[in-house]
């Protein structure tokens, strides 16, 4: 009897190195996790144009400092006005219940953007406890202890 047998987790066995390789890149190709775009855009120098494409009410509740607020559906008519082709783009929208971030990937590529979403989307965001920008200013709330066994820690991988 081998571990495959006996483990749920390994039920189906974990891929050859190289094919684990080659679809991890592919996920951090796609993906940027929501630390490592606040850490970036700290930096004050990201390298890349964060882009909101939730609609104006959501927009309006609160979304990242600095971020651009292009909806989904604009993309085609003003992504050429407000973004260089030369520079990478990275979308977000609600969180992981929501394929916005997505959809917004999609059409910026299609029109020749790199693009990258940032998973997670704002409601992540918001539970590390990353400040927003509201019609009222800047918010920030504690980090969602939910979010981290450990209490208010956020990622540090």
């Known amino acids: 009897m081998t571990i495959t047998d006996t483990s749920?987790?390994?039920?189906?066995?974990?891929a050859a190195p190289a094919d684990a390789?080659?679809?991890?890149?592919?996920?951090?190709?796609?993906?940027?996790?929501v630390s490592d775009v606040r850490t970036s855009l700290d930096s004050g120098?990201?390298?890349?144009?964060?882009?909101d494409s939730r609609g104006a009410a959501g927009w309006q509740q609160g979304h990242v400092p600095g971020a651009l607020h292009l909806p989904t559906a604009d993309i085609p008519a003003r992504a050429p006005g407000?973004?260089?082709?030369a520079v990478p783009v990275i979308t977000y929208c609600w969180g992981p219940g929501c394929d916005g971030?997505?959809?917004?990937?999609?059409?910026?590529a299609r029109l020749g953007y790199?693009?990258?979403?940032m998973i997670g989307g704002i409601e992540y965001w918001i539970r590390e406890g990353?400040?927003?920008d509201t019609v009222g200013g800047i918010e920030q709330r504690p980090?969602?202890?939910?979010?981290?066994?450990?209490?208010?820690?956020?990622?540090?991988?």
């Open 82 to 85: 407000l973004l260089d082709p």
């Open 143 to 157: 980090a969602d202890p939910l979010t981290s066994p450990i209490g208010s820690v956020t990622c540090a991988c």
């Open 21 to 33: 390789v080659a679809f991890f890149t592919g996920r951090l190709t796609f993906q940027a996790d």
């Open 8 to 14: 749920a987790a390994l039920g189906v066995p974990p």
């Open 101 to 108: 971030a997505t959809r917004a990937a999609l059409a910026l």
């Open 114 to 117: 790199r693009v990258k979403e």
């Open 45 to 51: 120098h990201p390298g890349f144009v964060l882009v």
């Open 130 to 132: 990353f400040a927003i």
